[in-house]
């Protein structure tokens, strides 16, 4: 049996009605690509296909009162893929705002715990021959890198599937009795102790490190220190979506104008279309904001577990009005950023989670969020942003060509807002979704950005112009 880690299991003890903690995608699929046209028959016998070859489509969770430690995955017996793959139609006249507005309403519905713990819903009505699949995965089996693999697996370089390998249909995800389950879990939870006090020597060195590196100015913001927004408060479980696309060349070429990363021009990107939002709501900061910007440790950390990740903060420059200075001072500072967090043990996040109690978690959780905490202290940080690289080719879904993927991830107490970019096919697909009530509709944060991604082009041709030669960024050092 698999036991899930501590990091994994954490995102089903943080859960509430309100803080649903699953990764969704909203994918959108050209239906006429499909050989002999789409039904959703074929579709379905298509994806039962596919996942009969993915173990990790059909474990489930199990779980024991006399089980002391973490949940494990065992294998669903009784998988049925019609308990997950649902058809429903999208109003007419079946428009971005249509498509947004239900799958807003099914990003807002709880998984199943006693089944696998993903859904579908193929969303007809889109017309020209178009469908959509919105999917949704639970945090506690995906985090974005294994998510966007999961979905790879059911996505090819060309319509047709190649044959499922004989050992993977034969592969599951096992099986645990209860009493195997509590031993197990006996001996696990027993072997706490030890691991607590291997944790921590380094653990306690984590914040004079901090310290250090902040007062001599080589520190990433320290949570707790980011401007208070409309969208940093207590969540409902109610959401909000937008969508949009902008070429990946436009993003390319501003990237090679000033010399910077890609991601820098992404963050930049969403610094200015938010800075642009919130001056439009009269709430604009006079500080700049502050984004968690989830990074993969898959490859760094030796931890088990599915999610392989640890987090960085870093400032926006929001309070930057022009968008090429904006982008070389995020530039910079993504560089200091990028250092401290290299300098942080890559499984500290993993270790910490892995002594995670679910009635401790679960209660203190509830008692967070009913007494509406996160409006009463410090914002820890404004919003998560998060760059998930796709392939540079077309992408077949069940043999549907794939004219968008939309990443949508999930939001949480005290920050009410998520970005998440994923890049496909010459096209940079952003997906945002937000809790209703605090963010109202986001569909003018997707139009800022592609305003925004319009400053920054100007500038850098602008400045190319003018000069002769690409503008670069600035140093860290002129920075300071």
């Known amino acids: 049996m698999e036991r899930l880690s501590g990091l994994d299991a954490s995102f089903l003890y943080l859960e509430t009605p309100a803080q649903l903690l699953h990764v969704c995608g909203l994918i959108e699929v050209d239906g006429g690509t499909i050989d002999g046209g789409y039904t959703f028959a074929k579709l379905k016998k298509e994806l039962a296909q596919r996942v009969r070859a993915m173990p990790g489509f059909r474990r489930k969770l199990q779980d024991s009162f006399l089980n002391l430690d973490h949940p494990v995955w065992v294998e669903d017996k009784h998988f049925d893929i019609d308990q997950h793959l649902h058809r429903i139609a999208v109003p007419a006249p079946g428009g971005p705002d249509e498509v947004a507005e239900l799958c807003a309403h099914i990003a807002g519905q709880p998984l199943d715990r006693t089944r696998p713990l993903w859904e579908m819903w193929v969303i007809e009505g889109l017309g020209n021959g178009h469908i959509a699949v919105m999917s949704k995965m639970h945090h506690a089996t995906v985090d974005g890198v294994s998510g966007a693999n999961m979905m790879s697996q059911l996505c090819t370089l060309t319509p047709a599937a190649p044959p499922a390998d004989e050992a993977d249909l034969a592969r599951n995800a096992g099986d645990a009795g209860t009493l195997g389950l509590a ?29 250090s590196r902040s007062r001599h100015g080589r520190a990433m913001p320290a949570p707790f220190t980011a401007p208070r927004t409309s969208f940093n408060g207590t969540i409902t479980g109610h959401r909000e979506i937008a969508y949009t696309q902008v070429p990946l060349d436009d993003v390319k070429e501003v990237k090679n104008a000033f010399g910077c990363k890609l991601n820098d021009v992404v963050l930049a990107m969403c610094s200015g279309a938010l800075r642009k939002y919130l001056d439009e709501r009269n709430e604009l900061p006079d500080t700049s904001l502050v984004a968690m910007v989830p990074v993969s440790v898959h490859g760094k950390s030796k931890r088990p577990g599915t999610n392989q990740v640890t987090g960085m903060f870093t400032t926006l420059r929001t309070d930057v009005d022009d968008p090429a200075r904006r982008l070389a001072e995020i530039s910079a500072h993504n560089l200091v950023a990028k250092e401290h967090k290299d300098a942080l043990p890559a499984g500290l996040l993993q270790d910490a989670a892995q002594f995670a109690g679910p009635a401790l978690f679960g209660a203190a959780m509830r008692a967070y969020a009913s007494l509406r905490l996160a409006e009463h202290h410090p914002v820890i940080h404004n919003l998560v942003i998060s760059n998930v690289p796709g392939p540079p080719v077309p992408l077949y879904f069940v043999g549907a060509r794939i004219e968008a993927m939309y990443p949508l991830g ?71």
Not at 197 to 206: C, E, F, I, K, Y
Not at 462 to 469: H, L, M
């Open 410 to 480: 999930p939001v949480f107490h005290g920050a009410g807002l998520n970005i998440t970019v994923f890049s496909l096919d010459g096209e940079l697909n952003i997906g945002l979704i937000g809790c209703r009530e605090l963010t109202s509709t986001l569909w003018p944060l997707a139009q800022a950005m592609r305003d925004s991604l319009a400053d920054l082009l100007s500038a850098a041709r602008a400045g190319s112009d003018q000069s002769g030669t690409a503008p670069r960024r600035t140093p860290p050092a002129a920075q300071e």
């Open 183 to 211: 031993v197990d879990g006996m001996l696990s939870f027993a072997a706490r102790p030890l691991k607590l006090l291997q944790m921590l020597p380094g653990t306690a060195a984590v914040l004079p490190k901090w310290i």
